[in-house]
């Protein structure tokens, strides 16, 4: 379980195991662009303002893994306490 602020929707949403980052962040309104929902196609990039990602994502290279700069949210978790997302 993580805390997920959303900086440009000014909404603070917690993660639970049970699902997933994306279908969270759906459920709770936020318009997030994604097709493949498993970590290959790249449409659900998101920046990360903070915080450090639990990359779980075939996209990314090992140097944008260890830049936490961006995560694909369809695949991805959280290995801090909380995120901070440009959503
Ligand atoms: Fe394809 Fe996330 S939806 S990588």
Redesign the pocket.
């Known amino acids: 379980t993580y805390t997920v602020e959303l900086r440009k929707s000014g909404r603070s949403i917690t993660i639970t195991p049970e699902k997933s980052l994306l279908d969270t962040l759906l459920d709770a309104g936020i318009p997030v662009e ?11 990039e998101t920046r990360v303002l903070a915080g450090e990602p639990d990359h779980r ?1 075939s ?1 990314l290279s090992a140097k944008e893994r260890a830049s936490n700069k961006a995560m ?4 991805s978790g959280c290995k801090s306490e909380s995120l901070a997302l440009d959503l």
């Open positions: 994604y097709s493949c929902s498993e970590g290959v196609c790249g449409t659900c994502d996209v694909m949210v369809c695949v």
